[in-house]
């Protein structure tokens, strides 16, 4: 791409956030049933707390047990209660490219700011085929793409040149990074500059990342510890850097413990011991077992967060 039109597409990006992003757990009832008066007071005590993006059905909102339905109606409600306050980021990727291109027209329709795209998982494909893949679902909608890259559940790695490839295409304009390399952000980073906004998507590496350009973080641990996970962010922003690393190697326990046993199990079992109403799992999810429960206890009284 040569540089005047490169400009082109780095002028028509827009950052969707900087700070922190909480993939926020779907509450259910005890029938395992959607609680949408739940999801709608985490959304206000979340907002409230300082986080600066709600991002609804995430892999922690166990957005693969959801029918298309709940999937569209828990979108369309994220962005209703949210109304305007913070952008809301979708969660619309799926391992059928035409199927991630309907839920990413349907998040559209629904209000939300942008789309979050994981790599295809099971099936997945080469690198070839994820810029096709990506691209395909970024020119079905001007909805802004965020790229979802989590190896250790999908089998897929975003490569840094894979990374600039779709870094060129003027909607796709960040990515979720949670392959737990930092050498290779390091590389993606240089080669695309400010073509494509990175966000950790590991708890334990938000303050390296962003040491080396990250904008924040999209947070598991943020369900629980909303205003921490904000200021760490912020602290960092803020050219409080020894802060923001302090901070990060305190609340290091407490991402251990959300991540003890299978995302979202651990992090909804926190949130029922704080007072929420998080509910059950569904399968094949379940309850932690007796010394992770107790584990994520330990960690939760340590920072003062059960009631």
Request: aromatic fraction near 6%; proline fraction near 4%; hydrophobic fraction near 40%.
């Given at each position: 791409?040569?540089?005047c039109?490169?400009?082109?597409?780095?002028?028509?990006?827009?950052?969707?956030?900087?700070?922190?992003?909480v993939?926020?757990?779907?509450p259910m009832?005890a029938?395992?049933?959607?609680n949408?008066?739940?999801?709608?007071?985490?959304?206000?005590?979340?907002?409230?707390n300082?986080?600066?993006?709600?991002?609804?059905?995430?892999?922690?909102?166990?957005?693969?047990?959801?029918?298309?339905e709940?999937?569209?109606?828990?979108?369309?409600?994220a962005?209703?209660r949210?109304?305007g306050?913070?952008p809301?980021?979708?969660?619309?990727?799926?391992n059928?490219?035409?199927?991630?291109?309907?839920?990413?027209?349907?998040?559209k329709?629904?209000?939300?700011?942008a789309?979050l795209?994981?790599?295809?998982?099971?099936?997945?494909?080469?690198?070839?085929g994820?810029?096709?893949h990506?691209?395909?679902?970024?020119?079905?909608?001007d909805?802004?793409?965020?790229l979802?890259?989590?190896?250790?559940?999908?089998?897929?790695?975003?490569?840094?040149e894979?990374?600039?490839?779709l870094?060129?295409?003027?909607?796709?304009?960040?990515?979720?990074?949670?392959?737990g390399?930092?050498?290779?952000?390091?590389r993606?980073?240089?080669?695309c500059?400010?073509?494509?906004?990175?966000y950790?998507?590991?708890?334990?590496?938000?303050?390296?990342?962003?040491?080396?350009?990250?904008?924040?973080?999209?947070?598991?641990?943020?369900?629980?510890?909303?205003?921490?996970?904000?200021e760490m962010?912020?602290?960092?922003?803020?050219?409080?850097?020894?802060?923001?690393?302090?901070?990060q190697?305190?609340?290091?326990?407490?991402?251990?413990?959300?991540?003890?046993?299978?995302?979202?199990?651990?992090?909804?079992?926190?949130?029922?011991?704080?007072?929420f109403?998080?509910?059950?799992?569904?399968?094949?999810?379940?309850?932690?077992a007796?010394?992770?429960?107790?584990?994520?206890?330990?960690?939760?009284e340590k920072?003062?967060?059960?009631?």
């Open positions: 791409m040569c540089s039109k490169l400009q082109e597409t780095l002028l028509m990006k827009n950052t969707v956030f900087t700070g922190s992003g993939a926020v757990v779907t009832n029938d395992f049933s959607i949408y008066e739940e999801l709608g007071r985490l959304i206000d005590w979340q907002i409230e300082g986080t600066d993006c709600i991002v609804i059905c995430g892999t922690t909102g166990e957005s693969t047990t959801m029918s298309d709940e999937h569209v109606e828990c979108i369309r409600y962005v209703e949210t109304a306050r913070v809301v980021v979708a969660g619309t990727g799926s059928d490219t035409s199927y991630a291109v309907w839920l990413a027209k349907e998040a329709q629904a209000g939300a700011d789309q795209q994981v790599t295809p998982y099971y099936n997945k494909t080469s690198q070839r994820l810029v096709r990506f691209t395909t679902i970024a020119d079905a909608t909805l802004p793409v965020i979802y890259n989590v190896p250790g559940r999908t089998g897929m790695d975003i490569k840094p894979t990374y600039l490839e870094s060129r295409h003027p909607n796709i304009v960040a990515t979720k990074e949670a392959n390399n930092v050498a290779s952000t390091v993606t980073r240089h080669l500059g400010d073509a494509l906004d990175i950790s998507g590991e708890d334990a590496l938000v303050i390296p990342l962003m040491s080396v350009g990250a904008k924040g973080v999209i947070s598991v641990m943020a369900n629980v510890a909303p205003r921490q996970t904000h962010c912020k602290l960092f922003l803020d050219g409080n850097v020894a802060e923001a690393g302090a901070l190697v305190k609340l290091s326990g407490l991402v251990d413990a959300m991540f003890c046993d299978v995302n979202p199990i651990p992090v909804k079992y926190a949130m029922n011991q704080m007072g109403h998080a509910g059950p799992t569904r399968l094949p999810l379940i309850e932690p007796t010394a992770q429960a107790a584990f994520i206890c330990s960690e939760l920072l003062g967060l059960t009631k």
